[in-house]
């Protein structure tokens, strides 16, 4: 099944080429880097064995891009379309904004600098309205608040909540500072403002009353000025930097105007990070250096004649040992491709597996499709993800995805027409109960019976896949005793219990003792002794039976998924048609058909995907698969903003922006 075989492919060259090689074969993106510590490693993998400040910069820029390109959408707020992917940019544009570098990164200065200047302004800002806040009760009090007193008398300023507080105050001072005078500056809502001045012998018996009594000094008292003037120049002060704040602005917005070259600096910047990491990780001489990789058995001589063609490059391949782990990479048919996502989401097989996404490709797509089950909701799924597939084309795992759903969707339309599902009954309450569509095989809600039987039978026939494809991988390990001992004798035991129940004659009980016999005799066979052997062989029934019937169970969740679609359908259905069919009637009925319906696709068909998945992941690849591989992951150009391709109009467009912004 399609695992593509690699290759292991040596490159001994010239040190002075090293750079440009690794570009080359990152342009080619057929070569993984395998490290010296026996680690197959991708571009952004590789462990720098040598460190390098050029690494240490080109992070460093990376960092300070990243963050004017979020400032960027901050002043400059851009409305993407739904799922939009990445950017595309011809090559011409990407070498055009790489060669502003220089420039760019000027203009990130700037802004760092600006957004330093601002940051501090703001610290001032905030400062400053905290003193206006405090000096605002002061501001009639006719005193410099860095007056201390006189060398015998010493001065206190500060506030009290109540009353109260002053005449105990003044109590308090009467009797143990009489050398003492206090007087109410300001009085107000918020409170009293207070001036008491005192021998400055006794200035610490007055703070421990100040303290005792729960009084606020003035923070401020010390600063030069009466609390008018000092308010007047903090105003001063806020208008000046508001207004160098506004400038700043104002020069941050003109400055990230290019945000889309900033953005392609960034992926340029994480390019030549990553070739620079896999350069640092190579090894050599003083003049040459060697690398080793995984390359796709076809693709090893258009790599090496890529090489040779433009340096002088010595190569050697072989391929990989039999005791040799390698990367996996898919080579499955175009309606297959979809679902590989679903594989490596559990895992990607091992190099000794086998693939396998072409078995269950075919039961993912029918299992989706029964658990959906509705001509109305597939034709939506269909369009959503045609949409998405065709018209956004998203890349990575999201284009996957669509494509997959897309199928999916084709299958529930099919179901759909095989069980009479419409909007569930939609058509049959619109039409009075006077006028409904026949399903083309029977209608789940009139005879669940049946569907459970259906489910059933191809949840054995899932199972039977599975047992035939860890048959198959028996085989082909020189296993074929293990494949008749321990595979045939569940077809059997399954097939034979089967006939008992649906079919007359002995060939069902035949069919059970033979493997009920087989499994006694040899399930057991590791064992030396008889009695051990026996026993074992007992236990592997008990195991096989309860294991399997579970199994089995577990496809009546396809039962239970299309029973829940179809009733809340026809709940929504019936609670928009409430009204029956007047004009408030539909005017109702349209609402909660749109809510209703589309909440139920939403449910059903995360719960169709969700529960199809289980199935192929605990039923399906618990018979044979580990799942312990990894992913082919070559050098390439690993972009997180844009795309580089050679689309006409989106260039003329790139052209038009970087020239306007240029200007």
Request: aromatic share 8%; charged share 20%; hydrophobic share 45%.
């Amino acid at each position: 099944m399609a695992i593509v075989k690699m290759d292991r492919l040596t490159i001994v060259g010239l040190e002075k080429d090293k750079n440009d090689i690794v570009e080359a074969l990152t342009n080619l993106g057929a070569f993984e880097v395998i490290s010296e510590r026996g680690d197959d490693l991708s571009a952004s993998e590789v462990a720098t064995t040598d460190p390098d400040s050029r690494l240490a910069a080109l992070q460093h820029d990376i960092t300070r891009l990243e963050r004017v390109i979020e400032l960027n959408r901050t002043l400059h707020p851009e409305k993407k379309a739904l799922f939009a992917g990445k950017r595309k940019v011809s090559e011409a544009i990407f070498r055009q904004a790489v060669s502003r570098e220089d420039d760019l990164l000027a203009a990130v200065s700037r802004i760092e600098h600006n957004q330093a200047t601002a940051a501090e302004l703001s610290v001032q800002q905030h400062r400053l309205q905290a003193a206006q806040t405090m000096l605002e009760p002061w501001q009639d009090l006719d005193l410099d608040l860095a007056e201390e007193g006189t060398k015998s008398v010493c001065l206190f300023l500060c506030s009290a909540d109540s009353a109260d507080q002053v005449n105990q105050l003044r109590e308090a001072l009467n009797e143990d500072v009489p050398e003492s005078f206090l007087h109410i500056a300001a009085e107000d809502e918020n409170g009293l403002r207070l001036v008491v001045a005192a021998w400055r012998p006794r200035a610490s018996v007055v703070q421990g009353h100040l303290r005792r009594l729960n009084f606020n000094p003035l923070p401020l008292q010390g600063e030069k000025g009466t609390p008018r003037q000092q308010m007047d120049a903090n105003a001063g002060l806020l208008a000046a930097n508001e207004a160098e704040l506004d400038r700043i602005q104002r020069d941050n917005i003109e400055l990230t105007r290019d945000g889309k070259s900033f953005e392609i600096l960034y992926d340029a910047l994480t390019i030549r990070y990553d070739r620079l990491k896999t350069v640092s990780s190579l090894s050599g001489t003083q003049k040459t250096f060697w690398m080793e990789g995984w390359v796709p058995f076809n693709l090893v001589a258009e790599v090496t004649k890529g090489l040779e063609r433009h340096f002088l490059v010595a190569t050697a391949h072989r391929p990989a040992a039999a005791d040799e782990e390698f990367p996996i990479l898919f080579n499955n048919r175009k309606l297959v491709k979809p679902y590989e996502v679903v594989v490596e989401m559990f895992g990607p097989p091992c190099c000794r597996e086998v693939d396998p996404t072409p078995v269950m490709a075919p039961f993912f797509f029918i299992f989706f499709g029964i658990m959906l089950s509705d001509v109305g909701y597939g034709l939506i799924l269909v369009a959503l993800c045609a949409w998405l597939t065709f018209k956004v084309k998203p890349s990575g795992e999201l284009g996957r995805l669509s494509r997959m759903f897309l199928l999916s969707g084709v299958s529930a339309v099919t179901w759909g027409f095989i069980f009479g599902g419409y909007f569930g009954n939609i058509i049959s309450v619109l039409s009075g109960q006077t006028f409904d569509i026949p399903p083309i095989w029977f209608n789940p809600m009139n005879d669940p019976i049946q569907l459970l039987l259906v489910s059933v039978v191809l949840g054995v026939i899932h199972l039977f896949a599975g047992l035939g494809v860890q048959a198959y991988m028996l085989f082909k390990t020189n296993r074929a005793i293990d494949a008749i001992l321990d595979i045939f004798p569940i077809y059997a035991l399954i097939i034979g219990l089967a006939l008992l129940v649906l079919v007359e004659g002995p060939v069902g009980m035949i069919l059970t003792i033979a493997a009920l016999a087989v499994m006694v005799l040899f399930g057991g066979r590791e064992s030396k002794n008889p009695v051990l052997r026996i026993l074992n062989g007992l236990m592997s029934i008990y195991n096989n039976l309860a294991g399997y019937l579970g199994d089995i169970l577990s496809y009546t969740r396809v039962l239970a998924l299309v029973m829940a679609t179809s009733v809340i359908a026809m709940v929504f259905n019936l609670l928009g048609f409430i009204g029956g069919p007047t004009f408030g009637g539909i005017l109702l009925f349209i609402p909660v058909a749109l809510i209703g319906h589309t909440l139920n696709l939403s449910l059903s068909a995360l719960s169709a995907y969700v529960h199809t998945s289980r199935l192929q992941y605990v039923e399906f690849f618990g018979k044979f698969y580990e799942g312990s591989g990894r992913i082919w992951r070559p050098l390439d150009w690993k972009t997180r903003f844009i795309e580089i391709g050679t689309d006409a109009a989106e260039e003329e467009k790139e052209n038009k922006t970087m020239q306007s912004q240029a200007d």
